[in-house]
T-cell receptor
């Protein structure tokens, strides 16, 4: 039930954009996005609950497709501080007890 | 300050020597869980607890035990650690079991020789 995340790694120059995808073979109850910097704990970014939903803050946003099987994280005009590993976490149902995480996308922003 | 506190942060020990990693949260969260993080595998859930005295297995529970005697504490116990349990461990809590952000502790790096 682990979601599939892509790409595994991406290198950007400051100011460039990136998209990270998270896919499931089944419809999901929710998708969470987290960022983890090296040697630190994962930090919550946002959660999407509704099909077709889009949300974001600052220059990081995410969408959840209508079928609730895919979510994408958008990072625009990237900054050095965006570097880290991004994880999606998925819940398969309102009654589910687990959050399944993807294997992560390592994002490196260079000057 | 709202936080999840894990101890110790680092531990090097030997095979078979029982150890406990403590986890405490001050947010009155119902749901707590333990994850291990290994390169290329992401975060995998070990055990979770939906409330006091209610615990259940996650994806990789073998070799681990937990208890939830108080709402704020959720210790992870390795009765007889083995080298394949060398990993980075995170405790997390959330207000409810679904649809809410998980708040992670700072992690515990365990090395079992």
């Amino acid at each position: 039930q682990q979601p599939v995340q892509s790409p595994q790694a991406v290198i950007l120059r400051e100011g460039e954009d990136a998209v990270i995808n998270c896919s499931s073979s089944k419809a999901l109850y929710s998708v969470h996005w987290y960022r983890q910097k090296h040697g630190e704990a994962p930090v919550f970014l946002m959660i999407l609950l509704k099909g077709g939903e889009q949300k974001g803050h600052d220059k990081i946003s995410a969408s959840f497709n209508e079928k609730k099987q895919q979510s994408s994280l958008y990072l625009t005009a990237s900054q050095l501080s965006y570097s880290g590993t991004y994880f999606c976490g998925t819940e398969v149902g309102a009654g589910a007890n687990n959050l399944f995480f993807g294997t992560g996308t390592r994002l490196t922003v260079i000057p | 300050e709202a936080q999840v506190t894990q101890n110790p942060r680092y531990l090097i020990t030997v095979t078979g020597k029982k150890l406990t990693v403590t986890c405490s949260q001050n947010m009155n969260h119902e749901y707590m869980s333990w994850y291990r993080q290994d390169p290329g595998l992401g975060l995998r859930q070990i055990y979770y607890s939906m409330n006091v005295e209610v615990t259940d297995k996650g994806d990789v529970p073998e070799g681990y035990k937990v208890s939830r005697k108080e709402k704020r504490n959720f210790p992870l116990i390795l009765e007889s650690p083995s080298p394949n349990q060398t990993s980075l461990y995170f405790c997390a809590s959330s207000l409810t079991r679904t649809g809410r952000p998980q708040h992670f502790g700072d992690g515990t790096r365990l090395s079992i020789l």
